[in-house]
């Protein structure tokens, strides 16, 4: 399966950007999906996550502020930033994790987009 995230951009401090995830490829699977973002000089940390069966989890700096969903329809994720914060500055990425593979004992269950750079200035 294929990840291309969209959606990144400028944007000052108390303002919103909408992220999308598009997965192409083998989507018949079933995948829990979620974000992460990379700060510079920082680890690559979970900012939200969401189930097949919709269970959603949060990064407690993000509770309240942003807002995962899926369409499975549209094979699409977003996440909806709203109250941007200098430190939500970030590469965001999109991650898909195949619980069929993973479940089967496949070594290659992980997907990974490209990332996309958000910006809030201050």
């Known amino acids: 399966v294929q990840l291309q995230a969209s959606g990144g951009g400028l944007v000052q401090s108390g303002g919103s950007l909408r992220l999308s995830c598009l997965a192409s490829?083998?989507?018949?699977?079933?995948?829990?999906m979620g974000w992460y973002r990379q700060a510079p000089g920082r680890l690559r940390e979970l900012v939200a996550s969401?189930?097949?069966?919709?269970?959603?989890e949060y990064a407690d700096s993000v509770q309240g502020r942003f807002t995962i969903s899926r369409d499975n329809t549209k094979n699409t994720m977003y996440l909806q930033m709203n109250s941007l914060k200098p430190e939500d500055t970030a590469v965001y990425y999109c991650h898909g994790r195949d619980l069929v593979s993973a479940l089967l004992g496949k070594t290659e269950y992980d997907y990974w987009g490209q990332g996309t750079l958000v910006t809030v200035s201050s």
């Open positions: 969401i189930t097949p069966g919709n269970t959603i």
């Open positions: 490829g083998e989507t018949h699977s079933i995948y829990i």
